[in-house]
């Protein structure tokens, strides 16, 4: 049975930082690309990190600089620093797990992370 199950969301004052976790089983995690997807009230999912399999990282615009997604594939988790946070930066984020060549894909059940003085 597949599982990522996230953790590290709460909340955190404009300026303030969190760190995310996903901690994934049932899935040769070594071979997925990781993400991490957020979604804002009204808003549709988007993808704000990515780290495939060779550690190779892509980030979206609004997010750079700020965000940091890594990955121990010994531990099978997957992280989001998230420094410098914003009041727009509040949302669920959700972790992704995709193997493109099988087409396998799994998603966490998300974690609130919420930014207000």
């Known amino acids: 049975q597949v599982q990522l199950v996230e953790s590290g969301g709460g909340l955190v004052q404009p300026g303030g930082s969190l760190r995310l976790s996903c901690a994934a089983s049932?899935?040769?995690?070594?071979?997925?690309?990781m993400g991490w997807y957020r979604q804002a009230p009204g808003k549709q999912r988007e993808l704000v990190a990515a780290?495939?399999?060779?550690?190779?990282?892509n980030y979206a615009d609004s997010v750079k600089g700020r965000f940091t997604i890594s990955r121990d594939n010994a531990k099978k988790t997957m992280y989001l620093q998230i420094d410098s946070l914003k009041i727009e930066d509040t949302a669920v984020y959700y972790c992704?797990?995709?193997?493109?060549?099988?087409?396998?894909?799994?998603w966490g059940q998300g974690t609130q992370v919420t930014v207000s003085s």
């Open positions: 992704n797990a995709k193997f493109s060549q099988a087409s396998r894909e799994y």
């Open positions: 049932g899935i040769m995690f070594r071979l997925y690309t």
């Open positions: 780290i495939n399999n060779g550690g190779n990282t």
